[in-house]
C-alpha cells in the first residue's frame, strides 16, 4: 500500500474516533441531565405527598373538632313510655296523658226496693285527656280533663317547683294530703272504687299550694287551699281548709312498711252552712245511696283525722285506712262520723305491687302478653264500713265484703271483676218496711291509660 493511502486511512479513523467520542459525551451530558429530572421529579412527588398526607389528616380532624359528632344527642330526644315524651337537653319536656275507664255493674238490693238505679247498668267511668312535663329552671306542670260526664270538668292542672331534689311545691288544682288510697292513682286501686268513706266525707281536688318533703324514711305533705274549680263561680265561695300529712316508710328487708297519719281543717265560711254525707253501694254504675245523713245545718266547719298501715312483701300486701270526720256545729251536738277498711291482696303470678313515696304504684308485668308471658294476675279481698249514725243524726250503717280479681296483661291495660255483698242498717233508703238488709253488687271494668 502506497504510503500516502495509508496516512489518508490513519486520518479517517481518527476523525470517526472523536466523532464517536462526541457522541458519547453527548450522551454522557444528556444521561446527566436526566437523572438531574428524575431527582427534581422524586422531591416533587415526595413534595407533594407530603401536602397530600397533612391535608388527608387536617381533613380527618375537622368532624371531631369542628362538626357535630353522628353519637350526639339530638336537640329533641323522643322516647316512649305509654305515649311520645319530647325532651330537651335545656329542661324542657312534654307528654300527652289519658286514661279511660268502662264499666259495667249491677246492684241488687231486696225485691222490696224499687229503684230504677237498681239492675245492670253501664258507665264510662273516666275519660281523661291531658298532658304534663317539665320547663327550665326544675319547674313541671299538668293539665288534664275528665269528659266522661255530661259537662267537661278540670281534673289536675297545677305548676310544681323543685328547689331541691326532696321538696316540691305544687300550686293549683291538686289533691290535698288525704291519705294513701285517695292519693293513689284510680288506675292503680284493688278495687273499682275507693273505700265508701273516702266518697261520703267529700275527698276531693282543690286549689292551693301544697309542699311535699320525702326523704328515705319519711315523707312530710301539707297546704292551704280553697275549693274546687268547679265550685268556685262566685263571691261566696270563700272557704279554705289545711291539711297535713306525715308518712314512716321504711325498708324492712325485701319488705315494705307504711305507717302514716293526716289531720284537716275546713272553715266553709259564706260558701255553705250545711253538708251531706252519703255514698254509692261499691260501684259508681249505680246512684242509689242506701246510707245518707241528708242536710246537717248549723255547720261552720269540718275536721278530719286518719290514720294509715300498710305493708307489702314479695306478691303479699295489706294496707289499712280510718278516717273520723267532726261536723263543728256551734251552739249544737258535733256529730263524728267513721268509716275505713281493711284489704289483704296477693299477686297469683311472679309480680308484685310497687310502693313509692306514701302509696302504691304501677304494676309492671314480668311477663307481659305479646312477650311470651300471660300478664299479672292479682286478688284482693276487702272489708270496707261506714258509720253515718252519731247523735240525732241516723243516716246509716253500710259494711262490705269484696273481693276482686285483677288481670294486667300488660302495663297499660287493666280488666277488673269485682263483687261485693253489702249489710245495711239503719238505711235512708228502706226496702219497703225495712231499713236493715243486705244487696249484692257486681262489676266489671275495662281499663286503659297512656
Same mark, same amino acid.
Given at each position: 500500500?502506497?504510503?500516502?493511502?495509508?496516512?489518508?486511512?490513519?486520518?479517517?479513523?481518527?476523525?470517526?474516533?472523536?466523532?464517536?467520542?462526541?457522541?458519547?459525551?453527548?450522551?454522557?451530558?444528556?444521561?446527566?441531565?436526566?437523572?438531574?429530572?428524575?431527582?427534581?421529579?422524586?422531591?416533587?412527588?415526595?413534595?407533594?405527598?407530603?401536602?397530600?398526607?397533612?391535608?388527608?389528616?387536617?381533613?380527618?380532624?375537622?368532624?371531631?373538632?369542628?362538626?357535630?359528632?353522628?353519637?350526639?344527642?339530638?336537640?329533641?330526644?323522643?322516647?316512649?313510655?305509654?305515649?311520645?315524651?319530647?325532651?330537651?337537653?335545656?329542661?324542657?319536656?312534654?307528654?300527652?296523658?289519658?286514661?279511660?275507664?268502662?264499666?259495667?255493674?249491677?246492684?241488687?238490693?231486696?225485691?222490696?226496693?224499687?229503684?230504677?238505679?237498681?239492675?245492670? +247498668?253501664?258507665?264510662?267511668?273516666?275519660?281523661?285527656?291531658?298532658?304534663?312535663?317539665?320547663?327550665?329552671? +326544675?319547674?313541671?306542670?299538668?293539665?288534664?280533663?275528665?269528659?266522661?260526664?255530661?259537662?267537661?270538668?278540670?281534673?289536675?292542672?297545677?305548676?310544681?317547683?323543685?328547689?331541691?331534689?326532696?321538696?316540691?311545691?305544687?300550686?293549683?288544682?291538686?289533691?290535698?294530703?288525704?291519705?294513701?288510697?285517695?292519693?293513689?292513682?284510680?288506675?292503680?286501686?284493688?278495687?273499682?272504687?275507693?273505700?265508701?268513706?273516702?266518697?261520703?266525707?267529700?275527698?276531693?281536688?282543690?286549689?292551693?299550694?301544697?309542699?311535699?318533703?320525702?326523704?328515705?324514711?319519711?315523707?312530710?305533705?301539707?297546704?292551704?287551699?280553697?275549693?274546687?274549680?268547679?265550685?268556685?263561680?262566685?263571691?261566696?265561695? +270563700?272557704?279554705?281548709?289545711?291539711?297535713?300529712?306525715?308518712?314512716?316508710?321504711?325498708?324492712?328487708?325485701?319488705?315494705?312498711?307504711?305507717?302514716?297519719?293526716?289531720?284537716? &281543717?275546713?272553715?266553709?265560711?259564706?260558701?255553705?252552712?250545711?253538708?251531706? &254525707?252519703?255514698?254509692?253501694?261499691?260501684?259508681?254504675?249505680?246512684?242509689?245511696?242506701?246510707?245518707?245523713?241528708?242536710?246537717?245545718?248549723?255547720?261552720?266547719?269540718?275536721?278530719?283525722?286518719?290514720?294509715?298501715?300498710?305493708?307489702?312483701?314479695?306478691?303479699?300486701?295489706?294496707?289499712?285506712?280510718?278516717?273520723?270526720?267532726?261536723?263543728?256545729?256551734?251552739?249544737?251536738?258535733?256529730?263524728?262520723?267513721?268509716?275505713?277498711?281493711?284489704?289483704?291482696?296477693?299477686?297469683?303470678?311472679?309480680?308484685?305491687?310497687?310502693?313509692?313515696?306514701?302509696?302504691?304504684?304501677?304494676?309492671?308485668?314480668?311477663?307481659?302478653?305479646?312477650?311470651?308471658?300471660?300478664?299479672?294476675?292479682?286478688?284482693?279481698?276487702?272489708?270496707?264500713?261506714?258509720?253515718?249514725?252519731?247523735?240525732?243524726?241516723?243516716?246509716?250503717?253500710?259494711?262490705?265484703?269484696?273481693?276482686?280479681?285483677?288481670?294486667?296483661?300488660?302495663? &297499660?291495660?287493666?280488666?277488673?271483676? +269485682?263483687?261485693?255483698?253489702?249489710?245495711?242498717?239503719?238505711?235512708?233508703?228502706?226496702?219497703?218496711?225495712?231499713?236493715? &238488709?243486705?244487696?249484692?253488687?257486681?262489676?266489671?271494668?275495662?281499663?286503659?291509660?297512656?
Amino acid at each position: 500500500m502506497p504510503a500516502h493511502a495509508s496516512a489518508a486511512s490513519d486520518a479517517a479513523i481518527q476523525q470517526e474516533l472523536a466523532a464517536m467520542r462526541a457522541q458519547m459525551q453527548q450522551m454522557t451530558s444528556r444521561i446527566d441531565a436526566l437523572e438531574g429530572q428524575l431527582v427534581d421529579a422524586r422531591a416533587r412527588a415526595e413534595a407533594a405527598e407530603t401536602k397530600a398526607n397533612a391535608a388527608s389528616a387536617a381533613l380527618a380532624a375537622i368532624p371531631s373538632a369542628t362538626a357535630p359528632s353522628m353519637t350526639a344527642k339530638p336537640a329533641t330526644e323522643v322516647t316512649w313510655d305509654g305515649a311520645p315524651k319530647f325532651a330537651t337537653r335545656e329542661g324542657w319536656s312534654f307528654k300527652p296523658r289519658g286514661r279511660m275507664q268502662l264499666d259495667l255493674g249491677t246492684v241488687n238490693p231486696p225485691p222490696a226496693l224499687v229503684s230504677k238505679d237498681a239492675g245492670i +247498668n253501664t258507665r264510662l267511668r273516666r275519660a281523661y285527656i291531658g298532658f304534663d312535663g317539665t320547663m327550665p329552671g +326544675n319547674f313541671g306542670y299538668r293539665a288534664e280533663i275528665d269528659v266522661a260526664p255530661s259537662t267537661v270538668t278540670v281534673t289536675d292542672l297545677f305548676l310544681t317547683y323543685k328547689p331541691n331534689p326532696k321538696l316540691t311545691l305544687t300550686l293549683g288544682q291538686q289533691k290535698p294530703a288525704w291519705g294513701m288510697e285517695e292519693l293513689t292513682s284510680d288506675l292503680f286501686t284493688p278495687f273499682m272504687e275507693r273505700s265508701a268513706y273516702i266518697g261520703a266525707f267529700g275527698f276531693e281536688r282543690r286549689v292551693g299550694l301544697g309542699a311535699s318533703w320525702v326523704d328515705k324514711n319519711f315523707l312530710v305533705q301539707g297546704g292551704i287551699f280553697a275549693d274546687d274549680l268547679a265550685s268556685m263561680t262566685g263571691s261566696s265561695n +270563700n272557704s279554705y281548709s289545711a291539711d297535713g300529712r306525715v308518712v314512716f316508710m321504711p325498708k324492712l328487708g325485701e319488705a315494705q312498711l307504711h305507717i302514716g297519719g293526716s289531720i284537716h &281543717y275546713r272553715k266553709l265560711n259564706d260558701l255553705t252552712s250545711s253538708v251531706t &254525707y252519703s255514698v254509692r253501694p261499691f260501684l259508681r254504675t249505680s246512684d242509689l245511696r242506701l246510707v245518707n245523713t241528708g242536710a246537717i245545718t248549723g255547720v261552720t266547719a269540718e275536721r278530719g283525722i286518719g290514720a294509715e298501715f300498710a305493708y307489702a312483701r314479695g306478691r303479699l300486701h295489706v294496707s289499712s285506712e280510718s278516717f273520723w270526720q267532726k261536723v263543728v256545729r256551734p251552739g249544737l251536738v258535733s256529730p263524728t262520723f267513721n268509716g275505713g277498711y281493711a284489704e289483704v291482696g296477693y299477686m297469683l303470678t311472679d309480680d308484685v305491687t310497687p310502693y313509692k313515696n306514701g302509696q302504691w304504684e304501677r304494676t309492671r308485668p314480668k311477663h307481659p302478653v305479646g312477650k311470651g308471658g300471660m300478664g299479672a294476675v292479682q286478688m284482693n279481698l276487702r272489708y270496707d264500713w261506714l258509720d253515718l249514725n252519731s247523735g240525732a243524726i241516723v243516716g246509716g250503717q253500710q259494711q262490705i265484703a269484696g273481693v276482686s280479681l285483677i288481670w294486667m296483661p300488660t302495663d &297499660y291495660v287493666r280488666f277488673l271483676a +269485682n263483687y261485693g255483698h253489702i249489710w245495711i242498717d239503719d238505711a235512708a233508703v228502706p226496702a219497703g218496711t225495712l231499713r236493715t &238488709y243486705n244487696a249484692d253488687a257486681f262489676g266489671l271494668r275495662a281499663q286503659f291509660d297512656f
